[in-house]
DNA sequence: GTGCATTTGATGCAGATGCATTAACCCGCT
DNA sequence: AGCGGGTTAATGCATCTGCATCAAATGCAC
């Protein structure tokens, strides 16, 4: 027998547990006090940009994220609000939104970048 | 120069994010279906369990989880309403609190302790 | 003992999340 | 064209979380 089975799988799910839970604190804390971004809306931001076209769906975006419809759905509206994004119709398919990150944006997520990398440097050495 | 270290950061970061959200969605969805536990109840529970001893002060057990003070409060306080737990002066240091496991917590825990280990198998199989 | 900083747990409050529902829209079938 | 089922995003609601604050209790200096 293989050292015990279950208590690897409770001890990985703890390490899994640990790291998020420090990571994701310290994120948050950064992105909030440097950038005024949740990390919600910084992850929305990322996958945004990361996204080879200006513009993407909601439903694309929400696939992509750990997040829930509502969720992304304010998450959005919190950008737009703070104008770094804008939600516009979709001719093809009058449902959908296409979010698009503005100029504004882009600044904040390339600063907001810095930051999470001097934090995910800090927590993964 | 060894592939983008800045690069391999967010991936790293990414699969813990990744991991986190679908255990931790799946592990709250079971344990609430099964036994009417959020996550952090029973996580709380298993600490106190683990512990050998009965009785666990309020602030040593917010210092083995990743919630606030304030979130272990009320955790333990919907702990005590379900009847899982009692909330007993400590006679020692009169602010503390003892959180001491009743006999029908420690059932609910063997019970979603189950659940846990089968969610988790099947996630990091 | 007295006074003051610290510690401990509870609570008011604002913000974020998920579920269920809603409104608008699309598509296929007749 | 019209209807019904499915899809997309927004919203009402309840819940959970963290921050700031509070009251009670401790203990340290004097």
């Not at 997040?67 to 009058?94: I, K």
Request: aromatic share 4%; proline share 1%; glycine share 4%.
């Amino acid at each position: 027998m293989a050292a015990t089975p279950e208590t690897n799988l409770v001890e990985r799910w703890r390490d899994v547990l640990t790291c998020y839970s420090a990571v994701s604190c310290a994120l948050e804390r950064a992105l909030q006090d440097a950038h005024g971004l949740g990390m919600s809306e910084f992850e929305a931001l990322d996958r945004i940009v990361d996204a080879q076209c200006e513009k993407r769906r909601m439903n694309e975006l929400a696939a992509d994220m750990y997040l829930s419809q509502s969720a992304l759905s304010r998450a959005v509206a919190r950008l737009e609000r703070d104008g770094l994004v804008s939600r516009d119709m979709c001719a093809e398919d009058r449902r959908s939104i296409f979010v698009r990150i503005t100029d504004t944006g882009r600044d904040k997520h390339a600063q907001a970048r810095e930051t999470q990398r001097a934090v995910l440097a800090e927590h993964f050495a």
